[in-house]
Nanobody, 115 residues
Framework: GQLVESGGGLVQPGGSLRLSCAASGFTFRTYAMNWYRQAPGKGRELVAGISSTGISTNYADSVKGRFTISRDNARNTVYLQMNSLKPEDTAVYYC?????????WGQGTQVTVSS
């Protein structure tokens, strides 16, 4: 399986970005999808997750009310809408697909929040 993230970049505090993750090579609709991030000098943390059907979502406390995860199973794509961005959101954001003991990871996309 392959995951390719896009949509990262430099944004000012308070701004918005939308990350996309295009999946291929596996049955996307059966996998839960997650977004993780890793800031410099820190471990990788779970930002948001969505069930295979899209019915259930979960978020880290630090992003609740600001970030929204969604998926389009017809397009094999998962999204992360990020609003009201803060400097502490600066990190490399990774897309993850998970089913049972199988994990796929993308290469990551850099998000930098700075004035």
């Amino acid at each position: 399986g392959q995951l390719v993230e896009s949509g990262g970049g430099l944004v000012q505090p308070g701004g918005s970005l939308r990350l996309s993750c295009a999946a291929s090579g596996f049955t996307f609709r059966t996998y839960a999808m997650n977004w993780y991030r890793q800031a410099p000098g820190k471990g990788r943390e779970l930002v948001a997750g969505i069930s295979s059907t899209g019915i259930s979502t979960n978020y880290a406390d630090s992003v609740k009310g600001r970030f929204t995860i969604s998926r389009d199973n017809a397009r094999n794509t998962v999204y992360l809408q990020m609003n009201s961005l803060k400097p502490e959101d600066t990190a490399v954001y990774y897309c993850n697909a998970r089913f049972s003991f199988v994990d796929y990871w993308g290469q990551g996309t850099q998000v930098t929040v700075s004035s």
